[in-house]
Each structure stands twice: as C-alpha cells, then as structure tokens.
C-alpha cells in the first residue's frame, strides 16, 4: 500500500540527512521525497510516499516524530488530498514531422515546451503520477536524452487542522511529541 506522509521540520542544517538515515536503516524505502520552505519562516515541509501496510506506516510516523527537528507528522494518504509531480524531458527532435506530433502529444497532456534546440525539445509536464508516467511512454518511440523529476509533493483539501500556524505554533491537536 502506497502512504504519502507530509513532515513539518525546522529548517536546519542536516535534517534531511538525519531523517533519511533514520529511515534508510530502519529498511524502510522512500519511493518519493521533496522538501521544501512553507509559508512560515524557519519551517520546511517533507513530503514522503513510502509502501507497506499500516503497521509500517504507523512505524515510520513513530520514528519520525521523535527526532527533535520535527515538529509535525501527517498521513496525508488517509486524507482527501491534491498531489503533483513535476518533470523535465528532453526528446529527440529533428526538424519535421516529429517535432509536430511531439508539440500535439505536449498539449494533450497539457505540458509546455520549455525549450527548443536544433535536435531535441525540452518539455516541462506536471500533474498526478500516473499522467507523468503516461507521457513518458508516449516519448519514448521518439527517443529521450534526459529526465528529471521531482518528488511528490501534495496537500490536503480544505482547512486542514495538522499544520502550523502562521506564527510557526503547532496547532493544539497535533500528534507530536514537542506539542
């Protein structure tokens, strides 16, 4: 089962090393991670998608929630949330017919070419894993000369109670240990 967890940490240095040590010798695997400022000084937001059932779910949010610089941990996935990834592709190109399929492909998906060459195209898409995914496979038969991605980052719908306020305060019902 797939669980995307989104963490509240201080931003300081090695948080990221520390959290991902803490979970990479534990043996649990992050099939996405993305780390980011939120809205609050001093304050970044992880989001995590992690696989396993509930009882390593729950285990990894335990083990989250004790190191210090963390100030919150929220199961997003048990939520009704939005989430995106954001990719760059790079597709062969020649000048032709080629390149037209390629700029039609791009707007169906609604993706944007972001930079054009003599022999390739640059191409920038983003939406829900499984729309990012499909694109590669229709640029595949052109030939891709590099991608990148970033990790998953989502958010929960409506108000949502498990975040810090603007004056960087936990809110009073969150489960953290610094609450």
Not at 16 to 22: Q, T, V
Not at 90 to 110: C, H, M, Q
């Amino acid at each position: 089962m797939r669980h995307v967890l989104s963490a509240i940490v201080q931003n300081v240095p090695g948080v990221l090393a520390h959290i991902s040590g803490m979970l990479a010798s534990r043996g649990y695997n992050i099939d996405s991670l993305a780390v980011g400022e939120t809205q609050i000084a001093g304050l970044s937001r992880m989001t995590f998608v992690v696989r396993g059932d509930d009882r390593v779910l729950e285990q990894v949010r335990k083990q989250l929630e004790k190191i210090v610089t963390v100030v919150s941990v929220q199961d997003i996935s048990s939520n009704d949330y939005v989430e995106r990834d954001l990719m760059l592709i790079k597709v062969s190109a020649p000048t032709g017919s080629n390149r037209s399929e390629i700029r039609e492909l791009a707007e169906i998906f609604r993706a944007r070419i972001v930079d054009v060459g003599p022999e390739e195209l640059m191409i920038e898409i983003s939406g829900r894993e499984n729309k990012v995914q499909a694109f590669i496979e229709r640029m595949r038969p052109y030939g891709i000369n590099e991608l990148v991605r970033t990790g998953r980052i989502a958010m929960v719908r409506g108000s949502n109670p498990d975040v810090c306020s603007e004056d960087g305060n936990p809110s009073p019902d969150q489960q953290s240990p610094q609450s």
